[in-house]
């Protein structure tokens, strides 16, 4: 039989969708069924706070967006499923 790999914890860092005076960032990630967001003042925080989370808790993939909703830039920590180097 099969070794079942465990399920990936993907974090997304996004702009909060709240208008306010200055933009805050959050990461929102799954527990369970339960949807997480934690907020950041920046999004450099944002990204390095969700960057150590993911770290800690393999595997992992860190998604960054930009303002307009684009993925910006991904991370992803143990089982790397790309075969490409790079």
């Given at each position: 039989?099969?070794?079942?790999?465990?399920?990936?914890?993907?974090?997304?860092?996004?702009?909060?969708?709240?208008?306010?005076?200055?933009?805050?960032?959050?990461?929102?990630?799954?527990?369970?069924?339960?949807?997480?967001?934690?907020?950041?003042?920046?999004?450099?925080?944002?990204?390095?706070?969700?960057?150590?989370?993911?770290k800690q808790h393999k595997?992992?993939?860190?998604?960054?967006?930009?303002?307009?909703?684009?993925?910006?830039?991904?991370?992803?920590?143990?089982?790397?499923?790309?075969?490409?180097?790079?």
């Amino acid at each position: 039989m099969a070794e079942r790999k465990p399920k990936r914890t993907v974090y997304h860092v996004t702009p909060d969708k709240q208008e306010t005076a200055t933009r805050q960032w959050q990461v929102q990630h799954k527990e369970g069924r339960h949807e997480v967001r934690e907020p950041h003042g920046t999004q450099r925080e944002a990204i390095m706070a969700a960057r150590q989370q993911a770290k800690q808790h393999k595997p992992a993939q860190v998604v960054v967006h930009g303002t307009d909703g684009r993925i910006r830039t991904e991370y992803t920590y143990g089982d790397d499923p790309r075969n490409i180097p790079g």
